[in-house]
């Protein structure tokens, strides 16, 4: 994207965290934003937010894991802005647990939201786009899109499944008007953990609480400071954005040692 200014935003997952900076930041860069997400109170904040930047928004509940509700909703933001430049697949949640103890509900939950979330964003949002001069899709996976982390199988399997579907995604269109990224965000300090569903597990020995607490303490980047990088990435058209400088930290590891650094963050974070 070379500019955001009277550019259309769709941002799912918009109610908090990286989702809502994303829309208060693009906000000030001149761009419409249509945000969503299941929660409305959440959405209301943070149209309140856009609209203190003199920002244009409008908003729709919506789940991501309902294709047809996505598919409702790339209609109504055209509908409504006469026009969409740009789907930012954020929406995101997390369970904790061990893959010998997580339920297939929770399994599948996860993927509904993490991976078919994105997938519905992007097939919805795709012939809105292709009728544009420029298109930008920008899908957002984790460092755990390439390195994992005991008793988060789910999490970490949809995010290198959101890698791997949108690199494909890039090949096929890198010849088209529409540009692919993928973000792989480290720790950022939202309500990711606080909304995770978490579960002791004998592999799992953390209260909820205490999980929290570790979170915030690594969690060294801002959900502002986040959306601003991934903001720069995609003026840039960068494919891959890193966003913070643990991700780079763990990107030389596993790339230095892409066998030995799976055992050493099992030990790191306490499960050997
Ligand atoms: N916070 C981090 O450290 C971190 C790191 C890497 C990647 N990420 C990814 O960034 C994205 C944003 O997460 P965040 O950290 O801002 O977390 P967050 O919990 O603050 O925000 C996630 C938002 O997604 C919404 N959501 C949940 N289920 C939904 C559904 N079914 N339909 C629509 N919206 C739904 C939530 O209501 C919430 O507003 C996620 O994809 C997450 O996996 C976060």
Redesign the pocket.
């Known amino acids: 994207m070379k500019k955001f200014n009277n550019k259309v935003a769709a941002i799912?997952?918009?109610?908090?965290?990286?989702?809502r900076m994303l829309a208060v930041n693009l906000a000030v860069k001149g761009c419409e934003v249509a945000i969503?997400?299941?929660?409305a109170r959440?959405l209301e904040k943070t149209a309140e937010m856009v609209e203190k930047q003199k920002g244009k928004v409008s908003i729709h509940e919506?789940?991501?894991?309902q294709r047809d509700q996505v598919e409702k909703y790339a209609a109504n933001v055209v509908k409504q802005h006469g026009r969409v430049d740009m789907i930012i697949n954020?929406?995101?949640?997390?369970v904790a647990q061990s893959v010998d103890d997580v339920s297939y509900e929770d399994f599948e939950w996860l993927f509904g939201?993490?991976f078919w979330?994105v997938v519905y964003g992007v097939k919805a949002f795709l012939p809105y786009l292709q009728k544009q001069p420029e298109g930008h899709i920008v899908n957002?996976s984790?460092?755990?899109g390439f390195i994992t982390w005991p008793n988060h199988a789910p999490y970490c399997a949809s995010?290198f499944a959101v890698k791997g579907f949108t690199e494909t995604l890039w090949q096929e269109l890198r010849n088209t008007n529409i540009r692919v990224s993928c973000v792989q965000?480290?720790?950022?300090k939202?309500?990711?953990a606080r909304?995770t569903r978490f579960y002791k597990s004998p592999g799992n020995q953390m209260t909820h609480e205490q999980s929290i607490d570790a979170f915030d303490k690594m969690?060294g980047t801002s959900?502002d400071k986040a959306a601003g990088i991934i903001i720069s990435g995609m003026l840039k058209n960068k494919r891959r954005i890193l966003v913070g400088p643990d991700a780079y930290v763990l990107d030389g590891l596993t790339r230095l040692f892409p066998v030995k650094f799976v055992g050493w963050f099992a030990a790191m974070v306490g499960r050997e």
Do not use: R
């Not at 969503?36 to 929660?39: Q, R």
């Not at 954020?90 to 997390?94: I, K, L, M």
């Open positions: 799912t997952g918009a109610a908090s965290g990286i989702g969503s997400d299941i929660d959440g919506v789940d991501v894991a954020n929406a995101g949640v997390a939201i993490n979330g957002i984790s460092v755990n995010k965000p480290g720790g950022i939202t309500n990711i909304n969690a959900a």
